[in-house]
């Protein structure tokens, strides 16, 4: 992606089926949990490298045992450091210990980080927040096993002032106001109430002090938990948690905007936010990693009993459509298909802007995630290119020579490979003269391949702030003087801020929404502008429900290709030679080629939950006043 987006995380829980000493003697080591989770959440890298976290939970331990390990880094490489430091622990101790060495019980025992429950986190760092305490697994600790909890997420909250308030409510003292504090805590609550609730039953039954232990465990009800505490959850999340008697459970938020996937069989439960991950670890095909369902948690106990539970009533499926354009793995089969489909869809578009002139005109991609839909770009070329081949011999109507018929077959999509990033590169200089240069140098290009009277068309997956194509990409690609540069978001325009995860917290920094204030100047309307920040103050003490996203206006007046064309003017400067447009890809041909992730919010300004008219209504009024703070 030339706007490089940040996302917040990925998550993966291992529960382990069957005593670590099957482990040991089927795959030759009772660290399977702990080989297992660092491929899982080495395969979800793409999701967060500021930040990584590890938590796992021994099964039955004695009084006295410490059963509850955790490590967490912010190191530049987060997920090595973290196991490194796991497994030099474990090293050290098998040396120290020979005689631990085949022996499990010992090795479960004495070694942390083995055990049975096992939780992974990865994670980018949010506004500035990316010390190593705002790295997840959280832990809330309790001298009673069945109340420690720990918690990760993929997850944001529109809410977290009044989940705050709700603790304070409750008579609770939360040491920040951070929606994962929040979370934890509000979790937490409920827990504690339910384990003295059958702790107070089991006494009434007759049972002892030390009797009681087993059963609270037996019969805590992990998804009435988390429906009491969940109910006022404004957000998009996929919450993991683990209990500390060795219960766990994820949950899905009711629209479904984060993902989550889960494979059981009589060995491992195991959940992530990635199907492929969890296919190409535990090797198992497609149709065996099951999507959990919006609204639903899954939810182990102890026991090993494992349910799908319905937790909230799910609403308006609203699954992230940018999880599909960029942020999941490619090689999922069907992301895969989607991305081709993005590419194919946008043909029309780019054929027109060419003039249909594919003989004078060179294919690319901006590196890395825009590879695929460039793959079903080409095709769509392909496709056209064999029509007009198709009509030129039947038109020749059998009398073509076959030096003329190989000359018409002989013509193939020009595909080049242009822009190379440096992967080496780093902007150290902060002052903007020098910084913006050195900017201008993140991509190098492919000479010799383009002709003056060549059109140039580079795919991206997004066109988020179009910093880096005006700094860098635009300017590198008319080094190389081609006729017209063409730049094709396979991602519509990018309107609206995201207050679920996705780090685009203001307005005034997306393209779309500065090429829309800059045409309102153009046309005399920019009155408009006022109006919108009086409607968007008129609602500020409103509740959730009863906002409405008047930021829409902005965008009211003109089309999107009134808008496409304002961009590539403001992609351009007076120094590119080559003519330049940007192509976006319709909404409808998003949802087309992503008809199972509709949550377009982004896109439309439709935002799947209250709290995000509420949000973007905030980001407007920062926008007008100045006021450079995030909107949530």
């Known amino acids: ?174 040491k920040e106001k951070a929606d994962t504090i929040t979370v934890m805590e509000k979790i937490g609550h409920f827990l504690d109430d339910a384990v003295s609730k059958i702790y107070k039953d089991l006494k009434k039954e007759g049972y002892s002090k030390n009797e009681c232990s087993p059963l609270i465990a037996e019969r805590l009800k992990v998804g009435k938990i988390l429906k009491r505490a969940a109910k006022n959850w404004d957000g998009g999340y996929a919450m993991a948690g683990l209990l500390g008697h060795g219960d766990s459970f994820v949950l899905r938020d009711p629209s479904g905007i984060r993902p989550a996937y889960y494979y059981k069989d009589d060995e491992v439960v195991v959940v992530a936010s990635e199907r492929p991950v969890i296919q190409t670890v535990f090797n198992v095909p497609f149709e065996k990693v099951i999507e959990l369902q919006p609204g639903h948690a899954i939810i182990t106990k102890k026991s090993g009993v494992t349910q799908i539970k319905k937790i909230l009533e799910p609403l308006e499926r609203k699954a992230c459509s940018f999880e599909r354009i960029y942020f999941s793995r490619g090689s999922d089969a069907e992301i895969y298909q989607e991305r081709k489909k993005l590419g194919r869809l946008l043909m029309p578009k780019v054929l027109e802007a060419i003039d249909n002139d594919t003989k004078n005109s060179v294919f690319s991609y901006i590196p890395n995630t825009a590879e695929t839909s460039f793959f079903g770009m080409i095709e769509a070329v392909e496709d056209h290119l064999n029509e007009q081949k198709t009509k030129s011999i039947l038109d020749g109507d059998g009398k073509l020579s076959a030096e003329t ?25 902060t002052e903007d003269s020098s910084r913006d240069d ?52 396979s991602a519509p325009q990018i309107r609206y801020i995201d207050c679920y995860g996705i780090d685009m917290a203001n307005l005034e920094t997306l393209v779309a929404f500065k090429a829309a204030l800059a045409l309102l100047k153009d046309t005399d309307q920019y009155h408009i502008v006022e109006e919108v920040y009086n409607k968007c103050i008129k609602q500020v003490n409103n509740k959730d429900k009863d906002i409405v996203n008047y930021v829409k206006e902005i965008y009211a007046k003109f089309t999107d290709e009134q808008i496409s064309n304002k961009i590539s003017e403001l992609l351009s400067n007076e120094h590119t030679k080559a003519e330049v447009k940007v192509i976006f890809q319709p909404v409808d041909n998003l949802h087309e080629a992503c008809p199972d992730n509709l949550g377009d919010w982004y896109f439309t300004g439709d935002y799947p939950t209250p709290g995000g008219n509420r949000v973007v209504n905030r980001a407007f009024i920062n926008f007008y006043e100045g006021n450079n703070k995030r909107a949530y």
Not at 406 to 425: C, G
Not at 453 to 472: A, P
């Open 405 to 429: 018929v190989t000359d018409i077959l002989s013509e193939r999509p020009r595909i080049e490979k242009i822009a190379i990033k440096d992967v080496k590169l780093r902007t150290f200089i």
């Open 438 to 489: 050195l900017v201008a140098h993140v991509y190098d290009v492919t000479y010799g391949v383009i002709k003056p009277n060549d059109n140039l068309v580079i795919i991206d997956d997004s066109i988020v702030r179009g910093t880096t194509l005006k700094k860098s990409i635009i300017k590198m690609m008319d080094r190389l003087s081609p006729k017209k540069i063409v730049v094709v978001s």
């Open 1 to 174: 992606m030339s706007d490089a987006l940040k996302h917040e995380c990925g998550i993966a829980l291992i529960r382990l089926l069957k005593p670590l000493e099957y482990y040991k003697e089927k795959y030759g080591s009772a660290f399977y949990g702990v080989n297992k989770m660092y491929l899982m959440m080495e395969k979800q890298h793409n999701r967060g490298q500021d930040g990584a976290g590890f938590a796992s939970i021994k099964l039955d331990t004695k009084p006295g045992e410490r059963y509850i390990s955790r490590v967490r880094s912010n190191a530049q490489q987060p997920i090595q450091d973290i196991f490194a430091q796991i497994n030099a622990r474990i090293n050290d101790e098998l040396t120290k210990n020979p005689e631990y060495q085949d022996d499990v019980d010992l090795q479960k025992r004495k070694i942390p980080y083995v055990g049975e429950v096992l939780l992974g986190h990865v994670r980018y760092g949010t506004y500035g927040k990316n010390s190593v305490e705002s790295v997840h697994p959280f832990l809330r600790q309790n001298n009673w096993m069945h109340r420690n909890l720990i918690v990760a997420g993929n997850f944001n909250m529109t809410n977290v002032n009044e989940l705050f308030d709700n603790l304070i409510e409750i008579g609770q003292h939360p």
